[in-house]
């Protein structure tokens, strides 16, 4: 009866404990009473976040909200309206997140040799720099580099495609 009284207690212990721990667990450690299904959800606090996935949702933001590129005609590095209202929203974002650098990437489609598409990608880039450099923004900011025909937007030979890949990416770079 002793050997039943002793087993019976150090089960019930063990149980208890085990009770507790998987509590703790679910509620992260927390004690108290109330249902955790009761309690809103609330999102993860930004001080939580990894800098990787603070710069990944700033990205995400500035790709949908803001717009990332703007395009070029043939040839061009001429900026058209709706590439400026692009680059103003850039602008303005910069201003709203100052400590955000970016890195404009100059691309051209297919059509013309290698080193004529690197140094119109390039250009473009300059182009989009020097327009937010007007603006205000600190040239210390804002690099650029060139890709040309090497990363296309939209393969084909088609108007369609060349006037997708004759554009200059603006990407946060801090």
Known sequence: ????????????????????????QQTGGTTGSGSMAAQPARPMAPATMSEAERLAQMQREFQTSVGDRVYFGTDSTSLSAESKGTLDRQVAFLRRYPTVMLRIEGHADERGTREYNLALGDRRAQAAKEYM???????????????????????????????????????IAQ
């Open 133 to 171: 450099l007007a603006q205000g923004v600190s040239s210390n900011r804002l690099t650029t580099s060139t890709y040309g025909k090497e990363r296309p937007e939209a393969i084909g030979s088609s108007e369609s495609s060349w006037s997708k890949n004759r554009r200059a990416i603006s990407v």
């Open 1 to 24: 009866m002793r050997r039943f009284l002793v087993s019976f207690t150090a089960l019930t212990a063990l149980m208890a404990v085990s009770a507790c721990s998987d509590q703790a």
